[in-house]
């Protein structure tokens, strides 16, 4: 079965600070992640998706993940974070079953910045 | 567009009760999921529909618990005698297509609160 893991429950870092948020993944073939933020009180936007191709990819906000196929990690950065990034972040998998996705979620990192 | 909207945004509902929660996906999307995020957890799936159709139900609890996506209208999950456990965030996805390797869009979800 898939499975996503997200270690860091809470990370505080100061604005204009680097960020990495880690993501694990357990599934058997090439997946498709997903990394998303929630915002308090509202729902998830995607901030960006891998599915195949080049393992660097570019996401919204100015923000980044690198695929690791070795790893099986696909961590989330920044090279200078915002305060309005404050937000959780969610890592998410779907493999490609029965012709339809079925995406499973990490429990998510909120992210604290801090002035 | 004017996205996936989500009603009610919160529902307070007494034990007992029935809770209705609303999902209108977004314009020219024919797919729905519906997710639940409890308290310091992910997002879990529930329930994936196309119209007039439960393609998935794997997630949904095997009592109280059902969903429809008429063919005009929005999508509804339904639950019936809410607990206290049942108290969380809802949340509705949509896709354009079977295989929408896009990621979901997600509405602003609907929180139940159960006294």
């Known amino acids: 079965a898939q499975s996503v893991t997200q270690p860091d429950i809470h990370i505080t870092v100061s604005e204009g600070a680097s960020l990495e948020l880690r993501c694990n993944y357990s599934?058997?073939?090439?997946?498709?992640l997903f990394w998303y933020v929630q915002s308090p009180g509202q729902g998830l936007q995607l901030l960006l998706k891998?599915?195949?191709?080049?393992?660097l990819v570019q996401g919204i906000k100015g923000f980044e993940a690198e695929f690791k196929r070795s790893q099986s990690s696909f961590n989330l950065r920044k090279p200078s974070v915002h305060w309005s990034d404050a937000a959780e972040y969610f890592c998410a998998v779907g493999p490609f079953s029965g012709g339809y996705q079925k995406v499973t979620f990490g429990i998510g990192t909120k992210l604290q910045v801090i002035p | 567009n004017a996205g996936v909207m989500q009603n009610p945004r919160h529902l307070v509902r007494r034990r007992g009760q029935e809770a209705r929660l609303r999902c209108s996906p977004m314009?020219?999307?024919?797919?729905v999921y519906w997710y639940r995020q409890l308290p310091e957890e992910g997002l879990k799936f529930m329930v994936y529909l196309q119209k007039e159709n439960i393609i998935d139900e794997s997630g949904m609890p095997k009592e109280r618990f059902s969903a429809e996506f008429p063919k005009e209208g929005p999508s509804i999950l339904r639950i019936q005698q809410v607990v206290r456990g049942d108290s969380a965030a809802y949340f509705c996805a949509s896709s354009d297509r079977r295989d929408d390797g896009d990621g979901y869009t997600f509405g602003s979800g609907t929180r139940l609160t159960v006294v």
């Open positions: 891998y599915f195949s191709g080049d393992t």
């Open positions: 314009k020219g999307h024919s797919h």
């Open positions: 599934y058997g073939a090439t997946p498709y």
